[in-house]
């Protein structure tokens, strides 16, 4: 007898045919004339689908009586044409087998809407609600829309490293890696003697794949990354965590014009892609979440993202009289208040701010003529604020060197990286996407902690 998972059976309606399914019992309901009504979700879609089971089941009063909510079961019979509205089709079982019971009186998903604070107290089961199994399958689908966006481009997937001895960002906000026994640590000097270390040499837990992926991009043209990154930012609020995953192209010769054409195509597909595959959990969250999330997405589809200079951002936010808990001045970074009020307010759409003061950025990005700006851009999406951080790289050996002398950088160990500009360098450009912020964003969920399966965050790494 074939399984089916019941997307499949909901899509293709195979009246008469004998099949089995198996799943969660979500609720049951018993009837006049010795029968219940079962009904039963897989995780492959959020509809469920309704078993009819009646007393010719031998375990009918002896098991099928008993079932609760969560408890795990194989239902085998005839799929027919359902009398019952809302439903196109139903199984009439012959047969039903129960994997796991699960006892009612501590089954903490019981049947009534439950907090995500509660939820994400109860991480191992909140998957099998209808909001948060939502949003796996948009997180699965966006993974895969960002693998076509690049692959039909002829991008090539690269593997960088989630150990490494660079820190991308000169941040230091670094999760150290290391074997060595904290209870006696060899000490040279005063400090860590890290020589004695597992790499021989100070290790931590990437912030960004983006130089090494700069390796292939200068050798293969067209590269990206998709992978865990890790920031030791004590941010405790809605939109950071400790763990999330970059998506990371770099491209050869490319400069920051076509870097943003590229950046924004991308955001699109990723919103038409899950528009089109994930329709009925986008309706979930429209009703029950966010409400005009759908229009809000195909918004993002019907209009070009605004394009504007850093310097004219700050004069908008400056001539806006808003009392911003962060003043806004020239040579100051954007805080979420200043990039949500340009997205939400002053634009109402995705808002790319070009060209920022070289002091508040990284040393790999290129020197504009001003000698003041660089050619950065960050991309602002409504409800989110930056979605997108991205740049032209300094491709000039002497330029890259003398920001690099000057953000204080050992020039020794990036000497692998300069070498980059010795040998056949060329103009090119890449970015940056949060991908649990797409996510965020597609779900319309208030807190990123929902847009990840197992949220690390300051004072929290169950599991």
Not at 7 to 34: F, Y
Not at 255 to 265: K, Q
Not at 438 to 457: D, L
Request: net charge negative; aromatic share 12%.
């Amino acid at each position: 007898m074939d399984h089916y998972r019941i997307k499949n059976l909901l899509a293709d309606k195979p009246i008469g045919k004998a099949l089995e399914v198996r799943g969660w019992l979500k609720t049951r309901r018993d009837a006049k004339g010795n029968f219940s009504f079962l009904e039963i979700n897989d995780g492959s879609c959020l509809a469920n689908l309704q078993v009819i089971a009646d007393n010719s089941l031998a375990n009918y009063e002896t098991e099928i009586k008993r079932l609760t909510t969560g408890c795990s079961i194989k239902a085998a019979g005839n799929i027919i044409e359902s009398p019952a509205k809302g439903q196109d089709i139903e199984l009439h079982a012959k047969e039903i087998e129960i994997y796991g019971w699960s006892p009612a009186e501590s089954y903490p998903l019981q049947k009534k809407r439950h907090s995500f604070e509660f939820l994400r107290e109860i991480a191992h089961l909140r998957p099998r609600t209808n909001s948060l199994s939502a949003v796996a399958r948009v997180r699965s689908v966006l993974s895969y829309a960002v693998h076509n966006f690049f692959q039909e481009r002829g991008f090539f997937l690269v593997h960088t490293p989630i150990i490494t001895t660079s820190d991308c960002e000169g941040a230091g906000e670094l999760f150290t890696v290391t074997s060595l026994d904290y209870d006696n640590l060899p000490k040279s000097g005063g400090k860590v003697d890290f020589s004695r270390d597992f790499f021989g040499r100070p290790a931590n837990l990437t912030v960004s794949g983006q130089l090494q992926a700069e390796i292939y991009a200068l050798a293969l043209g067209n590269v990206y990354t998709f992978g865990p990154t890790f920031r030791a930012e004590n941010s405790n609020t809605s939109r950071h965590l400790a763990e999330f995953w970059m998506i990371e192209p770099e491209m050869a010769f490319c400069d920051l014009d076509r870097d943003i054409t590229v950046a924004e195509d991308l955001l699109k597909h990723m919103v038409s892609y899950v528009l089109e595959n994930c329709g009925e959990d986008i309706d979930l969250f429209d009703r029950y979440v966010e409400k005009g999330l759908k229009v809000k997405l195909e918004d993002i589809l019907s209009h070009d993202f605004i394009r504007i200079p850093y310097s004219d951002a700050i004069d908008l936010l400056d001539a806006s009289g808003r009392d911003f808990e962060f003043p806004v001045h020239w040579g100051a970074d954007l805080q979420t208040e200043h990039e949500r009020f340009l997205a939400e307010e002053s634009f109402q759409k995705p808002v790319v701010v070009t060209d920022y003061p070289k002091e508040i950025k990284p040393f790999y990005m290129r020197m504009n003529p001003d000698e003041k700006t660089v050619s950065a851009m960050d991309i602002l999406f409504p409800g989110i604020g930056e979605i997108v951080g991205g740049s032209q790289r300094e491709e000039r050996y002497d330029v890259l060197r003398a920001r690099m002398v000057e953000a204080g950088l050992d020039i020794e160990e990036y000497e692998w990286y300069l070498d980059l500009r010795r040998y056949g360098s060329v103009p090119h450009a890449g970015f940056g996407v949060g991908f649990e912020r797409i996510v965020q964003f597609i779900t319309g969920m208030a807190n990123i902690r929902e847009a990840i399966p197992f949220p690390r965050t300051p004072g929290s790494a169950p599991f």
